[in-house]
């Protein structure tokens, strides 16, 4: 079954943003947010049987998800916005705190403001309007869905910016999960400030 906009229809507003996260689970990098409010709640055309969960579709997809929304909000149909959470911040606050910033910072970003936002997940960032937490909610509504696919493409862009930094780690291929690759070269190359020292893998390293 593919996202809709029944959620967005019962809120019974007419802006109505969808939110979402990606990188809680890496062991490196930012975590990043997504944010997208479509104004006429129709898709691009190229997403009709395209848009879903972000984790459902391949880097190549979500690339031509991505690419789609962005001729959308050119066309005055969306706005969209991300914004991150940064390693220094995860380590301070925890991953889910840090989480809920992130979200919070793209809702804010967003060029028009939301009167409603639908989030994905049990969290509940600090809005300025109501929200509604939906659990799967990527695969439920087509703005939590787009938000899922904005939040991705722009942490993984930024994970292959850092590798090109920090050679050896695979974060253009991993985006900082703890892969097996990723292990080893921490094993010969150490911990990197971009590695969140809050993360037990990494804290235990530290300590040895």
């Known amino acids: ?5 029944s959620f967005e229809e019962k809120t019974g507003e007419t802006l109505v943003a969808g939110v979402d996260e990606a990188g809680c689970g890496p062991w490196a990098g930012p975590v990043v947010a ?21 984790k459902k579709l391949t880097p190549l997809k979500r690339e031509t998800v991505y690419q789609a929304l ?12 991300s914004a991150m959470a940064s390693v220094d911040e995860i380590d301070h606050l925890n991953i889910r705190q840090a989480a809920l910033t992130a979200m919070q910072r793209a809702v804010e970003a967003l060029t028009i403001k939301p009167s409603y936002a639908l989030v994905d997940g049990t969290g509940k960032p600090k809005l300025e309007c109501p929200l509604l937490s939906l659990i799967k909610g990527d695969s439920l509504s087509c703005s939590i869905a787009a938000a899922s696919v904005i939040a991705k493409v722009e942490r993984d862009r930024e994970m292959k910016r850092l590798a090109a930094l920090f ?9 900082g999960y703890g892969t097996k690759a990723h292990q080893e070269a921490l094993d010969s190359l150490g911990v990197t ?8 893998p990494i804290r235990k390293r530290l300590a040895a």
Request: no cysteine; net charge negative; charged share 25%.
């Open 34 to 54: 997504g944010a997208v409010l479509f104004l006429d709640r129709s898709l691009p055309k190229t997403l009709n049987t395209l848009l879903d969960d972000s």
């Open 70 to 81: 962005a001729d959308g909000e050119e066309e005055g149909r969306l706005v969209f916005a």
């Open 167 to 175: 050679p050896g780690y695979g974060w253009e291929r991993n985006a």
């Open 193 to 200: 400030p971009h590695h969140r020292r809050s993360f037990a």
């Open 1 to 5: 079954m593919m996202p809709d906009f």
